[in-house]
């Protein structure tokens, strides 16, 4: 008696189906270039752009190069400031002396060129380390190609030459270790790994709370898990996770205080941060305007994680959730903190789409040749970083040796008028605009001195309100002037203090421009 065999099924057909085989010829590439590699090369190039821009139109740029010498001066850190008219005894924290020294060696190697490179290389490199992170999750190539794209687009509101750079990529990783232990993706001893990164974390900027607080709400969310909220499973799990995650919260606070300062820095940086006429005072303060240009790229974020979330089939890591919502209402509140927000939610949302049906299937249907797939699923040889060093080189080399590439922009700092007026003011009180007090600084000290700068913290209202009634020629302004022997004024041409000494016997234009106007008392 015959028995018939049924036939798989359609979906067993399928499921049985097995991927093509790459020949043996290209399963094991020789060839040091790989997919990270060409990310880090089209952000640098794409970065490397903003360095005609506004990249290095940053006011605080030129104090931020100044503290490394200030600090060779002095012999050691700083403690008071150096850099204004000592109307008063200013203190003064060079607490991101290393991501200052990034700046002041890019300065010293290249001029402006060099510091645009030196930026760029950082930028490159955590948008290189975000495309690693979402391929190491599991995602697609295809997909962490694209979210990593627009995940670095979406910080692009922070591609300037300052220390805050740093911030970034740190906050990123933090965020990114925390919800791999939390969804059992990485060991204890994985996540040891933020304790030397946090001491470098409080010498690069003063961003390393923004780390404290993240691996506080990781720490929150499996308190609450271990309680049973939202859910009863792995309670014992959360709870041995909650115990690490209070441990290692406990260590980075120990080492963030591995600095000049020690846990004296807490105090001084959250009097700037406490302090509501501060963070008025700066636009980067500001909640972000989404009716600006370009807002799209972060405001993209804040719509597509509802919707991934909506979509997926699979719930959302807790810990990622709750870290990115901490982060979108910090970006709500001050568009300092949207790169921030972005790179710790592109690794959630990236997750999710491998998670839409459609949309990994899509992914999954990207066909390429033999040689390409092997190209985007095999790490170069001999080592992973080859190419990517050899394209910071040849960058560093080309800063070194290229024509004037990189510029600052005249609307934001006039440098030919403030060039004009550093010649004329040694030894001189010198008043001007608040945003380019860092410029003179830059290209005066130790011989000029500052009137004002954007160390809100250190002037303090006070001095910064003077500052406003002077330049609007408020109140007795001309007494002010006369108190602190005041010899020469830099300002923007359309300000009233400009309208005013223009008709003041006692003051002479001497030089003029679009952008800046210089008075010299008589």
């Known amino acids: 008696m015959s028995t018939a065999v049924a036939s798989p099924s359609p979906r067993k057909r399928a499921s049985t189906k097995q991927r093509p085989v790459d020949p043996p010829h290209l399963a094991q590439p020789k060839t040091w270039f790989g997919v990270a590699d060409l990310v880090f090369l089209i952000f640098s190039l794409g970065v490397l752009l903003r360095a005609r821009g506004s990249m290095l139109d940053d006011p605080g740029l030129g104090w931020h190069i100044r503290n490394i010498d200030a600090m060779l001066a002095h012999g050691g850190w700083l403690t008071h400031d150096p850099f204004t008219v000592p109307l008063a005894d200013w203190p003064w924290r060079t607490n991101v002396w290393l991501g200052d020294l990034w700046l002041w060696l890019g300065w010293h190697w290249g001029g402006l060129n060099g510091i645009a490179v030196f930026?760029?290389?950082?930028?490159?490199?955590?948008?290189?380390?975000?495309?690693?992170?979402?391929?190491?999750?599991?995602?697609?190539?295809?997909?962490?190609?694209?979210?990593?794209l627009l995940g670095g687009l979406g910080t692009s509101i922070s591609w300037t030459a300052r220390p805050n750079i740093f911030s970034v990529p740190l906050l990123m990783y933090t965020a990114w270790i925390c919800d791999r232990y939390h969804r059992g993706k990485?060991?204890?001893?994985?996540?040891?790994?933020?304790?030397?990164?946090?001491?470098?974390?409080?010498?690069?900027?003063?961003?390393?709370?923004?780390?404290?607080?993240?691996?506080?709400?990781?720490?929150?969310?499996?308190?609450?898990?271990?309680?049973?909220?939202?859910?009863?499973?792995?309670?014992?799990?959360?709870?041995?996770?909650?115990?690490?995650?209070?441990?290692?919260l406990a260590g980075c606070l120990v080492a963030t205080c591995i600095n000049?300062?020690?846990?004296?820095?807490?105090?001084?940086?959250?009097?700037?941060?406490?302090?509501?006429?501060?963070?008025?005072?700066?636009?980067?303060?500001?909640?972000?305007?989404?009716?600006?240009?370009?807002?799209?790229?972060?405001?993209?974020?804040?719509?597509?994680?509802?919707?991934?979330?909506?979509?997926?089939?699979?719930?959302?890591?807790?810990?990622?959730?709750?870290?990115?919502i901490l982060w979108l209402h910090?970006?709500?509140?001050?568009?300092?903190y949207i790169a921030l927000w972005v790179v710790?939610?592109?690794?959630?949302?990236?997750?999710l789409s491998m998670s839409i049906p459609w949309l990994a299937d899509s992914a999954a249907r990207c066909q390429v040749t033999p040689e390409l797939r092997s190209f985007f699923s095999?790490?170069?040889?001999?080592?992973?970083?080859?190419?990517?060093?050899?394209?910071?080189?040849?960058?560093v080399l080309w800063s070194r040796g290229a024509e004037s590439f990189a510029a600052i922009s005249p609307h934001r700092i006039p440098t030919q008028a403030l060039d004009e007026l550093v010649k004329r003011a040694e030894?001189?009180?010198?008043?001007?605009?608040?945003?380019?007090?860092?410029y003179i600084t830059w290209q005066g000290w130790p011989k000029v001195r500052n009137w004002i700068d954007d160390r809100n913290e250190v002037h303090g209202q006070a001095h910064i309100e003077e500052y406003f009634a002077i330049i609007d020629a408020r109140g007795p302004w001309r007494e002010k002037l006369d108190r602190y022997r005041v010899a020469?004024?830099?300002?923007p041409p359309h300000k009233p203090l400009a309208e005013r000494l223009a008709e003041d016997p006692a003051w002479q234009e001497t030089y003029r421009d679009e952008y800046a106007v210089i008075f010299e008392r008589n």
């Open 186 to 248: 990485a060991t204890r001893r994985e996540t040891l790994w933020l304790l030397p990164l946090f001491v470098l974390w409080a010498n690069l900027h003063g961003g390393f709370p923004a780390g404290i607080a993240t691996i506080a709400v990781a720490l929150a969310v499996e308190i609450a898990l271990a309680l049973g909220i939202p859910h009863s499973r792995n309670r014992q799990g959360a709870r041995e996770r909650a115990k690490h995650f209070a441990l290692l």
């Open 330 to 336: 910090a970006a709500l509140s001050g568009q300092r």
């Open 260 to 324: 000049p300062y020690g846990w004296t820095m807490y105090p001084w940086i959250f009097q700037l941060l406490g302090n509501d006429y501060f963070m008025n005072n700066n636009v980067e303060w500001h909640s972000p305007d989404f009716h600006a240009l370009g807002a799209m790229r972060y405001e993209l974020f804040i719509l597509v994680l509802p919707l991934a979330i909506a979509l997926a089939k699979r719930r959302p890591s807790l810990a990622a959730l709750a870290i990115s």
């Open 488 to 491: 020469l004024v830099c300002i």
């Open 378 to 395: 095999t790490p170069p040889r001999p080592s992973r970083w080859i190419a990517t060093a050899a394209i910071a080189l040849a960058l």
């Open 344 to 351: 710790v939610t592109v690794p959630l949302v990236a997750r």
């Open 119 to 148: 930026t760029t290389i950082v930028i490159a490199l955590t948008c290189r380390w975000l495309y690693s992170m979402l391929v190491r999750d599991g995602v697609a190539w295809p997909l962490a190609a694209f979210w990593t």
């Open 427 to 438: 030894g001189k009180v010198v008043f001007h605009h608040y945003n380019w007090g860092g």
